[in-house]
């Protein structure tokens, strides 16, 4: 346990940003889900819906610094390749 007062601020801080990062990489596995979901009942509508929201959050955990760069590029082109695979 810290005693000087700076160290117990940075405990705070650091549970804080836990939590929020917490937050936002379950908010991100969810839009994933959805998506999922869409693409498995095969409705191409939904699934182009579910893919736009995907993307928008991934793009956000992204620049906040919850995942990096390369792999929210990642995730979008694997997951635009299988909407695009759904249509064909």
């Not at 969810?30 to 979901?37: D, G, L």
């Not at 693409?39 to 995907?54: N, Q, R, S, Y």
């Amino acid at each position: 346990m810290p005693n000087i007062k700076s160290a117990k601020k940075r405990v705070k801080i650091t549970e804080t940003k836990t939590m929020r990062n917490k937050i936002e990489k379950t908010i991100l596995k969810t839009a994933i889900k959805k998506y999922e979901v869409a693409l498995a009942t095969g409705d191409k509508v939904a699934a182009e819906d579910a893919f736009k929201a995907m993307c928008k959050k991934i793009d956000r955990a992204a620049a906040h610094g919850i995942i990096s760069k390369n792999k929210a590029a990642r995730k979008t082109s694997r997951m635009a390749i299988k909407l695009n695979q759904l249509g064909a």
